[in-house]
């Protein structure tokens, strides 16, 4: 058919005998129609001519060459080293990038299909919106939730192995008394290492609380301050992140206790600051460029050649640092701490 100017969606509708809703499901790649209407939605729309955004040139092929990463900043180095790792991934590839740090562009971007799969790292996009767009024609890695649904990828850190390994060298050093302090409420790693923290805990007779942080600074500072003013300083605390756990030495050091001889701090990321803190904070390391460009691999290995994704797991190890190193057993004996009657091993929580 020859080019026709001002083409509308009610002219696509009309020349596929659809209807304008039916239309716009198979344009935005969205709703539950058959693949039968869909591509003949979309042969119409290529032969009127119908450019209703920039993925329409490429309605032929369905191929932008692009793949959208949504990720819920750029603060600090954790996000940086991720994006670094998609990158070097792209760079050796002909896909583009963008990056949306801001989940309200997840219409245009993900709905419009302005790109051919995604890698997400943003809470904010509900889960809901990842299972109704997860294809075969649009595949979605997920960094920071699991969820069973064909075509939506989830690779995720080795949490667990990382708390035991916490665990271990706290037990064997002695300690029978340590605190958590937990990340964002919504977070998938958050959630599986404070649980897998409360198991080693009952498996290792540990007693201990749990305070609620929020995966920055200020929050690990409160909850240090919340310790100290319960009288509830423990043998050691053990933080989701090390943002958390350089607030909470903040706090502990301003306050006259000692890290480690007081109590010991371990934290999770292993972040470039970690070594230099005074004292060097112990953390679970994980790579966080390998876990980006693994991500964008397995997608662009997906979109070329719809080669298959098996979930897997990051490997996590502990670097064990003097913020960890507890004091000697002959000492402990001498040290005083509070031993509330309401400690319950496995149950007890502060939020």
């Known amino acids: 058919m020859a080019k026709k100017?001002?083409?509308?969606?009610?002219?696509?509708?009309?020349?596929?005998?659809?209807?304008?809703?039916?239309?716009?499901?198979?344009?935005?790649?969205?709703?539950?129609?058959?693949?039968?209407?869909?591509?003949?939605?979309?042969?119409?729309?290529?032969?009127?001519?119908?450019?209703?955004?920039?993925?329409?040139?490429?309605?032929?092929?369905?191929?932008?060459?692009?793949?959208?990463?949504?990720?819920?900043?750029?603060?600090?180095?954790?996000?940086?080293?991720?994006?670094?790792?998609?990158?070097?991934?792209?760079?050796?590839?002909?896909?583009?990038?963008?990056?949306?740090?801001?989940?309200?562009?997840?219409?245009?971007?993900?709905?419009?299909?302005?790109?051919?799969?995604?890698?997400v790292f943003d809470t904010r996009i509900p889960s809901e919106t990842l299972i109704r767009l997860a294809s075969q024609r649009f595949p979605i890695v997920a960094l920071d939730r699991f969820l069973k649904v064909d075509y939506l990828f989830p690779l995720l850190i080795d949490n667990v192995n990382g708390v035991r390994e916490v665990m271990a060298h706290l037990v064997e050093q002695g300690a029978r008394l340590v605190h958590f302090v937990s990340g964002a409420g919504d977070s998938f790693d958050n959630r599986e290492r404070m649980l897998t923290f409360m198991e080693e805990a009952d498996k290792h007779q540990v007693q201990y609380r749990i305070y609620q942080g929020d995966f920055n600074e200020k929050s690990g500072y409160q909850a240090a301050l919340q310790m100290i003013e319960n009288h509830d300083v423990p043998e050691a605390v053990f933080c989701a992140n090390d943002q958390m756990a350089i607030g909470l030495m903040k706090a502990f050091q301003a306050h006259g206790l000692r890290i480690p001889e007081d109590v010991g701090v371990v934290g999770f990321d292993d972040i470039v600051l970690a070594p230099f803190l005074n004292p060097p904070l112990s953390s679970v390391n994980m790579s966080r460029h390998l876990w980006g460009s693994k991500a964008a691999r397995q997608l662009i290995d997906f979109l070329e050649e719809e080669k298959s994704i098996t979930m897997e797991r990051m490997p996590t190890r502990l670097i064990v640092r003097r913020s960890s190193l507890l004091r000697s057993s002959s000492s402990q004996g001498e040290a005083q701490h509070e031993s509330p009657a309401d400690y319950r091993t496995g149950t007890q929580r502060l939020d």
């Open 5 to 119: 100017d001002g083409v509308t969606i009610k002219d696509v509708a009309k020349y596929a005998r659809v209807s304008i809703a039916a239309a716009s499901y198979a344009l935005n790649g969205t709703g539950t129609i058959s693949e039968e209407t869909r591509q003949r939605v979309l042969k119409a729309a290529e032969e009127l001519n119908y450019h209703p955004n920039a993925f329409a040139r490429h309605l032929k092929k369905r191929k932008t060459h692009t793949i959208g990463v949504f990720i819920s900043g750029f603060g600090g180095l954790f996000f940086e080293q991720i994006l670094d790792g998609i990158h070097a991934v792209a760079l050796e590839t002909q896909y583009d990038l963008i990056v949306c740090p801001a989940s309200r562009t997840i219409s245009k971007i993900l709905t419009q299909r302005q790109v051919d799969g995604a890698i």
